[in-house]
């Protein structure tokens, strides 16, 4: 089974940066894409960003320009550096890989066990 570790979750004030790692070891091969949802209380859980292997990216649009999503490949590790936060930002954070191909088994979707951010003064 195919765990996710996330890291990097906590309290920030507006207009602060936190960053989110999620790495997946073990004997992985490759995964096709990685990405970082959030659900806030209350509300569906939304896409926050998302980056395939190739490095290719997409946002949310109340992420752009203040979120960066990266990956490290020869890690199996994905980075979300978040800026500018704002209060409607608070949420757990998860992190999700999708077609993961270890040496025994192809997994289409894993998820991470969340992390909370809050922004708040």
């Known amino acids: 089974q195919v765990q996710l570790v996330e890291s990097g979750g906590g309290l920030v004030q507006p207009g602060g940066s936190l960053r989110l790692s999620c790495a997946a070891p073990g004997s992985i091969f490759r995964i096709k894409t990685m990405g970082w949802y959030r659900q806030a209380p209350g509300k569906q859980r939304e896409l926050v960003a998302g980056?395939?292997?190739?490095?290719?990216?997409n946002y949310v649009d109340g992420v752009k320009g203040r979120f960066t999503i990266s990956r490290d490949n020869s890690k199996n590790t994905v980075y979300l550096q978040m800026n500018g936060l704002k209060p409607e930002d608070t949420a757990v954070y998860y992190c999700?890989?999708?077609?993961?191909?270890?040496?025994?088994?192809?997994?289409?979707?894993?998820w991470g066990q969340g992390t909370l951010v809050t922004v708040s003064s």
């Open positions: 980056i395939s292997s190739g490095g290719i990216t």
């Open positions: 999700n890989a999708q077609e993961v191909v270890t040496t025994i088994h192809k997994y289409l979707q894993v």
